[in-house]
């Protein structure tokens, strides 16, 4: 890791061959970084936002640094790569209705905390991020917290993301799906949670366009 107490390989995951060059590439978490977060409050020992590395099989070589920072501005704590996952397809989709045949991967932040706008948060909701092994950025459909996909916890202190997998073809369209874990939900399906309970909850999400298919 670059600093003490990143937590540089918390996650580790396959991602399959994104650039040509024989070999697979691979992807590392470190989700409590904080050099240079941008956060008045965010200095050690504080847990900064955290990053993932994407970094080429053969040699090694860092192919990208992300962070939730370089899109949405990020929040301090979020545990940007506390869990990774690879070996899937979900986008870009083609002309066909298929995914790009390159392989695709996604970055959790368990902690990550959802702004609704008009004042609204859902602090330690979670978040997980999926990106193009393409262009290594993010695909557009998962993006938006307010456009209806799932990629986003339902609650505050849901930890969306605290575990993640990609998978084969769950809903038969011909692409990759994945499956979400967040281990604090409490308030799904209108279960009763005495005594503050966490049943927990896993989300299978349609890799096409981000809707969830089952809980």
């Not at 107490?5 to 697979?24: L, Q």
């Not at 604090?184 to 005594?195: E, Q, T, V």
Request: charged share 20%.
């Amino acid at each position: 890791g670059a600093l003490n107490k990143d937590r540089f390989g918390r996650s580790v995951a396959v991602i399959g061959n994104i650039d040509g060059i024989p070999g697979a590439e691979f992807i590392i978490g470190a989700p409590e970084f904080n050099q240079d977060c941008g956060f008045p409050d965010c200095v050690p020992p504080s847990k900064g936002p955290g990053y993932a590395r994407v970094s080429r099989g053969a040699t090694s070589e860092q192919l990208a640094h992300l962070s939730g920072q370089q899109y949405d501005g990020g929040t301090v704590g979020e545990a940007f790569g506390w869990s990774v996952a690879g070996m899937v397809d979900v986008g870009p989709i083609d002309q066909f209705g298929s995914a790009d045949g390159v392989p695709d991967f996604l970055v959790g932040a368990h902690r990550y905390k959802s702004d609704l706008g008009g004042g609204e948060t859902r602090d330690a909701a979670g978040r997980v991020w999926a990106y193009s092994g393409a262009t290594l950025q993010p695909l557009p459909a998962f993006a938006d917290v307010l456009n209806g996909t799932k990629l986003f916890g339902e609650n505050g202190g849901d930890q969306f993301g605290w575990s993640l997998c990609g998978t084969g073809d769950l809903s038969g369209d011909n692409n990759d799906d994945l499956v979400v874990g967040a281990w604090r939900a409490s308030h799904r399906m209108g279960l009763s949670c005495p005594g503050g309970q966490l049943n927990g909850a896993v989300y299978a999400v349609r890799g096409s366009d981000g809707a969830v298919l089952n809980t």
